[in-house]
T-cell receptor
Framework: EAGVVQSPRYKIIEKKQPVAFWCNPI?????LYWYLQNLGQGPELLIR????????DSQLPKDRFSAERLKGVDSTLKIQPAELGDSAVYLC?????????????FGPGTRLTVL | GQNIDQPTEMTATEGAIVQINCTYQ??????LFWYQQHAGEAPTFLSY??LDGLEEKGRFSSFLSRSKGYSYLLLKELQMKDSASYLC??????????WGAGTKLIIKP
């Protein structure tokens, strides 16, 4: 069974440029998460989707970050414009959605460097 | 506020046993997770505890005491491939995962 797929794996951009990350969750998983992880820290939740509905986006900096999951399957996270402090690993995770305490399965992440 | 504490770094010897502790203060409790994360890779699920006691899974065991807000991950017969960061995460009353910063485990021959 394929795991969570993310692309690109690495991205280097100049500050003020836009960037987008893509995630395809495990087949059949209804819940999708976007996290940000800085070096030596745990993941920080940005947004959680149940199917196509964003049920928790309280930690998403909405002035520059946006996300969508139009058909309830794959998802895109966008930053526009990027700032130096956005350099981090962006992780996507999915869970079956059968229960609130579902185990989350992570993709390999996108390492973003903003110059 | 919500807080997860775990040691920043630990060192152990190949073949030995190591215990990684995690203490937590969260608004509500709906279970505690341990994840393993190798450098540059995604976190992978190790264990889930929601009731007090010890859960054993091969060389890895996880213990929970809800009254003490405490958990530990026990790794036996350490192998070099166990060198990684170990993340403790607690699910709060809103079913949101609160993550610790992780413990970097270094295994020496």
């Amino acid at each position: 069974e394929a795991g969570v797929v993310q692309s690109p794996r690495y991205k280097i951009i100049e500050k003020k440029q836009p960037v987008a990350f893509w995630c395809n969750p495990i087949s059949g998983h209804n819940t999708l998460y976007w996290y940000l992880q800085n070096l030596g820290q745990g993941p920080e939740l940005l947004i959680r989707y149940e199917n196509e509905e964003a049920v928790d986006d309280s930690q998403l900096p909405k002035d520059r970050f946006s996300a969508e999951r139009l058909k309830g399957v794959d998802s895109t996270l966008k930053i526009q414009p990027a700032e130096l402090g956005d350099s981090a690993v962006y992780l996507c995770a999915s869970s079956p959605g059968a229960g609130d305490t579902d185990t989350q399965y992570f993709g390999p992440g996108t390492r973003l460097t903003v110059l | 506020g919500q807080n997860i504490d775990q040691p920043t770094e630990m060192t152990a010897t190949e073949g030995a046993i190591v215990q990684i502790n995690c203490t937590y203060q969260t608004s509500g409790f709906n279970g505690l997770f341990w994840y393993q994360q190798h450098a540059g890779e995604a976190p992978t699920f190790l264990s889930y505890n929601v009731l007090d006691g010890l859960e054993e899974k091969g060389r890895f065991s996880s213990f929970l005491s809800r009254s003490k807000g405490y958990s530990y991950l026990l790794l036996k017969e350490l192998q070099m491939k166990d060198s990684a960061s170990y993340l403790c995460a607690v699910m709060d009353s809103n079913y949101q995962l609160i993550w610790g910063a992780g413990t970097k485990l270094i295994i020496k021959p």
